[in-house]
């Protein structure tokens, strides 16, 4: 018997037999109590060297059909964490009037090239992009396609003077860090490159597909770690962009996340990059590809008129209309997948 004891992961234990193994997914107390418990079946062939998925024998024949000859997302695809400044309370800085405010009081000023905008997990949602922070983070780097470099300190103090004064303030506590390459420096510069010409975003944790399309031009913003990662597609795939973006928001492959992720209480799973980039995918060169484009690029501008709504009856409207695309959206990547309809309820009942 194996037992997984976190306090926020469903523990489980698993019975093992030569054909197999039976898992319950359950507490200690209630199996000491003597309840009946649900279980399920894991067939033998899928306790192999490999890392372990706990999934029903229908629901493994499915994550197998799913992967079966199809390319996984990693393989047309970057994704990358964002950044650690290490020093958040120096960092970033909140927008009062004309002027910046620390997080312990003190008004300072910085030149606005010198600053961006923090992007964390509160910042986008399922297929909406809308920071709302007024929060600027000191930004001493210099971004250039692929890579980045930090501005040397004597470039710092030339091009902002305000901001290294500020910076050159706040020096004992940005020393005492534990990780930095220069005393001004983030303490993890993430993949700055990367972020700003990223194509979506998805959050560290999820209780639904949860991945949003970025503006064209990212330079003003910043991704924080907590913000989740950022996913950049391979040049030949950008303009299947919004039809992946269906994809990868739709019931089936929020499903395949499930069966493979951390699972927490509530329905909330991890979408780490080992993750994600497993997601299998459907071949998206046919009219119904294209069918999806449309159907995503309305059901964008639908999500931006409830969020832009002015009346209740407006805001039900659009959300009404929203769920209608969005059924439709499911519909059609069941049919890119090629589901059969006794797949689709084993999802649909996921």
Same mark, same amino acid.
């Given at each position: ?20 193994? +039976?898992?319950? #997914?359950?507490?200690?107390? *209630?199996? %000491?109590?003597? =309840? $009946?418990?649900? /279980? !399920? ?126 910076? +050159?303030?706040? #020096?004992?506590?940005?020393? *005492?860090? %534990?990780?930095? =390459? $220069?005393?001004? /420096? !983030? ?134 209309? *929203?769920?209608?695309?969005?059924? $439709? ?22």
């Amino acid at each position: 018997v194996a037992s997984l004891t976190s306090r926020n992961i469903v523990p489980f234990f698993m019975q093992v037999a030569l054909d197999g193994a +039976t898992v319950i #997914r359950t507490s200690p107390k *209630a199996l %000491k109590a003597g =309840s $009946e418990v649900p /279980s !399920f079946q894991v067939k033998a062939r899928s306790l192999g060297s490999a890392p372990w998925t706990f999934a029903g024998v229908e629901e493994g024949d499915l994550i197998a059909a799913l992967r079966r000859s199809r390319m996984t997302f990693g393989s047309i695809s970057q994704i990358s964490r964002g950044s650690s400044s290490g020093a958040d309370e120096v960092f970033i800085l909140e927008q009062e009037g004309l002027g910046l405010r620390s997080r312990d009081g003190e008004f300072h000023s910085a030149e606005a090239e010198s600053l961006r905008v923090p992007i964390f997990a509160s910042d986008f949602r399922r297929y909406e992009f809308a920071p709302r922070s007024v929060a600027r983070i000191v930004f001493p780097y210099e971004v250039h396609d692929p890579g980045y470099k930090l501005l040397g300190e004597k470039e710092l103090k030339g091009r902002f003077p305000k901001c290294y004064r500020y910076l +050159t303030s706040k #020096r004992k506590e940005l020393e *005492a860090r %534990k990780q930095y =390459s $220069e005393w001004y /420096s !983030f303490s993890a510069p993430r993949n700055l490159g990367l972020h700003e010409r990223a194509d979506f975003l998805v959050p560290l944790l999820a209780n639904q597909g949860s991945f949003c399309l970025l503006p064209t031009s990212t330079r003003q913003f910043c991704l924080m770690a907590s913000g989740g990662f950022s996913i950049s597609l391979s040049a030949t795939e950008r303009s299947t962009r919004l039809a992946l973006l269906g994809v990868l928001n739709s019931k089936v492959v929020f499903w395949f996340l499930r069966q493979i992720s951390n699972r927490f209480r509530g329905g909330w799973i991890t979408c780490t990059k080992q993750y994600v980039e497993q997601i299998p995918l459907p071949g998206l060169a046919d009219s119904r590809a294209s069918a999806l484009s449309s159907l995503v690029q309305y059901l964008l501008s639908a999500t931006l008129t409830v969020s832009s709504a002015t009346t209740p009856h407006e805001g039900a409207a659009a959300r009404s209309r *929203a769920t209608a695309l969005e059924d $439709e959206i499911d519909r059609l990547v069941y049919e890119l997948y090629e589901l059969t309809p006794e797949e689709i309820a084993i999802v649909e009942r996921g």
